[in-house]
Structures are given as C-alpha cells and as structure tokens.
C-alpha cells in the first residue's frame, strides 16, 4: 500500500463539522499552493493506527484528490469525540513520537480548571464562588444564597444551566431555559439531586446581571493562537444559550447597554491573561471558549471554558469574514509551528 508524505493535517468530526470541511477545501487549498506544502483533512475514522496513514482529503497545489498518506507530523484538531474508541484513538494519536496534536482535547472538567484558575492573581474579580456539587454543599448553599447557577463539569453538548431562585415565601424555582418549576423547600435538595442523576455538576453564586427578554446574557469570547505563535485579539460574540436557547445577538461589545470602552478592553485582556495562564497546565492548546456572564454594570464573570466552538448554529451566524479568522488562525499556527521546527533541526544540524 502506498502511501505519500504531507507536511500539515486537519481532523475534523464528520458528521458534525461538514460547514468546516467546506471553508477548509476553500481556504487551505490556497493556502497549501501558495505556500508549497501538502495538507489533508481527515475525520477519526480515516485514522489507521495500525499501518500508521491516514485516509482523507488530500491539497496538493492546485489538486484536490482522495488518497491515503502518512500520519503528519503537524495535526490541528477541530473535533470533540464521545466513543470510547474515538477517544482512545486520539489519545493513542496524541502519545505517538513526532506527533503533535493541536487541540487534543476540546472539552474539560470545569472543576479542575476553575481550580487552576483561583490561584491567578486578581482570580477572586472573575471567577464567582463555586463547589462540586454533593448533598452536604447544596444544603448549605441554598440556605446562604437567593439565587444559584447549576453547570455540568463535563458534557459533550452545549452546556445548560439550572437556575435556582429562593422565593419570598421561601420555596425554590428552578428555571432551564423557559421551562421553570415551582419546589417547596422541603423537596427542593430531593428535586435537584434526582436532577443530575449522579452526574457530576458545580454550583455557583448567583448575581444580579445583564439581561436579554428576561435570561442571561452570555459573552462568548473566541481565542486562537495564529501566525506568531501567540494569543490573537479575540473575537467577542454576545449571546444567549448557556441559559437560554442558543442565540447571537451581536458580535461587538460596544453594543451592550451599559458596557464601556474601557470595560471592553478589560475584557479582552483579562481572556488574553487566562489563555496565556492555561497555557501552563493544557499541553498544546491551540484554541478555546471562554463564557461569561455581565454583571448589572458591566464586570464580567467567568462560567465556562471549553475548546474549540462546537456549535454549527453560532458558526453560521458569524460574518464570513470571521468564519474565515477562525480557520486562518489554525492554518498559520500549524504553519508556524511547522516553521520553528524546521529551524531547530537547521541548528542542529
């Protein structure tokens, strides 16, 4: 069986990121011939760990072909697996010598991260009180807090909140999205603990904050690592779905009511500040989310952190423009990192 060498690889999911694959026949085509390299794009099942090549779509200057190739030694992942052998297939991928993985992993244990993060200075102006959740903790809480967010650690789909409100009559609504449910609170520790079915979720302090027809809103805030080898100003989406059902609302800051200039440079330093921090503790990060919540006048405060965007329906939303950024930026870190090794191997040699 033969097989060719490329020098770059894209690993996207199938059946979930097909728009991907289309902007990247577009964009890293060109990209490929103009710089003279060989580039594939793949999904999990094109990997053979076996015979160690890859089944995909290969661009090779002005041609555009299936085939089979060698594993590259540079791969961007786009992708989040949920199959136990999906992801023993990447972790395999990402253990292989001369293999660097980008993104190996798209999801995280929000505990361990917010763990992280508490020891960044100036930490406790970002991040809200939070607990994993158990019996003892939540009775606690509900006792010492009006208002309380409910977060999985860990999911494969887009994250959504429980909010749990104490009433003047001192019962409990339980609101998902607009489903909302009355509990008295003799049921109200019974209700929630049925609720996540023994999965593991965090609580967090609730806040008076910003609000669109009554929910939350959200800032998404996209950071990548592109052509230098750093951090790029990221790009900012307001949106509703972490509480409510998923919608984008504007992809500038300034438009928030109450939100100052000075508060949207803030923000995108304090997400450029995280990323950079995380950097220390998520080998080969190459891109994440960041969620936050706007406090009434305009603070924010962190509540999720993922990897790279999984949702199709805020993808299609953005301008064509900043779909293209986002796959621009993974091309020309790849490009990048391809360039520093080829460097250390002139000094070495």
Known sequence: METESVQ????????????????????????????????VLFSIDGINLDYHYIRGTILDG???????????????????????????????????ENITVINPVNRFDQGIIFEMLTALEGSHQFLLPSEALDPT????????????????????????????????KNNFIICIGNFEQVCESKDIQTYILKMVNNKNFRLIKGIPCMKK?????????????GAEGTWTNPLMVVKKGIFSQQELISTSLKNVQNMTNHQV???????????????????????????????????????YVAGFDQELSTFNQLEN???????????FYLLYLRDQSVKEKGLKT
């Open 321 to 331: 423009r900043e779909q293209s950024n986002l796959l621009d930026h993974a091309f």
């Open 8 to 39: 770059l690889g894209f690993l996207y999911h199938a059946k979930k990121q097909h728009h991907l694959y289309q902007h990247m026949l577009e964009q890293f085509s060109r990209y490929s011939n103009q710089h003279g390299l060989k580039t």
């Open 213 to 225: 027809e009554k929910t939350p809103l959200e800032i998404r805030m996209y950071l990548q690592k």
């Open 62 to 96: 002005n041609s555009i072909r299936e085939g089979l190739c060698d594993i590259p030694p540079l791969i961007y992942n786009f992708a989040l697996f949920s199959r136990k052998e999906n992801i023993r297939k990447m972790r395999t991928l990402r253990k292989m």
């Open 137 to 168: 903790i939540l009775t606690e809480w509900l006792q010492a807090n009006d208002t309380l967010y409910l977060l999985p650690e860990k999911t494969y789909v887009s994250p959504k909140a429980a909010v749990i409100k104490k009433t003047k």
């Open 265 to 303: 440079e803030s923000l995108t330093n304090l997400t450029l500040k995280i990323a950079e921090y995380l950097d220390f503790y998520i080998p080969f990060l190459g891109s994440c989310t960041l969620d936050f919540l706007l406090e009434e006048k305009g603070f924010p405060y962190l509540i």
